[in-house]
């Protein structure tokens, strides 16, 4: 086993795509890096935290990007969010067989304000765009920083989500809500607390995320190629029928959380018999764990739609 | 945010290939782009640093690395955010290993 989470997003592109199939677009030696960055007198980066292009994924051309946490928690800014736009209209211009995103990003870089705010909601309206087009969009969360904020929102913009246990993918990431709301609301130094409310086994389990996986490379990218191939058959447009299914299971959800506070409440109200267990489980055991307790699937329209 | 320019001439070992970029910008991290580059045989590296005032240590470990690979025709831009000079020395020949394979002269 080879740990994804562990990799940077330059070394997540080649454990990805077919060996030596990427064509990086805008690749650093072309140093197009943020100029609000130098503005406020901060380092930048030559690829602005994120690698786009496009490269083979089981023969097929996959246009891809992979975001960088470690440069400024994969935050988007604005030549960050212009890379990947342009890399998703370009899918569309050459009929991509699929777009594959490998997330990992605190959201908007708030050094950029509302360049930033701008940038994400048009990578939003790409992705959609480009499932308009009737190309599927596969979002990865594996990363250690996990996917948060507008590209949380971003994420479920894409017609499947792939995630590992370790991945987290939420809105206000855990500072955020105890900074807002206080300690007592959320303590954000409690890991399991984290992990249990954002964690790919919470979303796995309420069915924001479709796939999951153990971290590991070979399994992320053979999720990847499944999910792409389970796409292909179908449409992966937005719908009206798809938004209203997507509506009516977060209303479900909304009421079946009604005056909870405790992620492992929220399973046991699933039916899941013995919650404490979840968090221990490995990949394989919990898949078995949740296949009969998952909301949203198999009953939810919506979800089984976008599988 | 400090800009260093170090020019080192006499170079022996020409670089080739597409321009390669190790490491990442993160908190004592830096990335190191390194190209070919017609400099006359010369190296050029320019740093660009979230850490002020330490111009004679990235001089050292500059004239370190050099003695090392004595690289010509080379340009490697760095952006840095507080990496020790260990971290630099490793990420410096961690970029010309992605040129020119590992070491086989020189002693580290």
Redesign the interface.
Known sequence: MSSYLEL???QRIPAMFDAGSFEEFL???K?I?SPHLAQL???????DGVVVGRGLLGGHIVFGAAQ?G??MGGAVGEVHGAKLVGMLRRAIDEGAHAVLLLLESGGVRLHEANAGLIAVSEVMRAMLDVRAAGIPVVAVVGGANGCFGGMGIAARCANTVIMSEEGRLAMSGPEVIETANGVEEFDSRDRALVWRTTGGKHRYLLGDCQLLVADDTAAFRAAALEAIAALGAGAVGLTLEGLLAEQAMLARRLHDAEGVSEPMEIWRRLGVPDPARVPMLEADAFLTLAAQHRAGLPSDAAHTGEQ | METLHFKFGAGERPLTGAAQMVGVVGSGNLEVLIEAAPLGGACEIDVHTAAVGFGAIWGAVMEDFHARWRLADARISINDNGATPAVVSLRLDQAVESLLGPATGGTP
């Open positions: 940077t997003a330059r690749p650093p030696s140093r890096a007198d901060a380092p930048v980066s030559y690829d960088e470690a440069f």
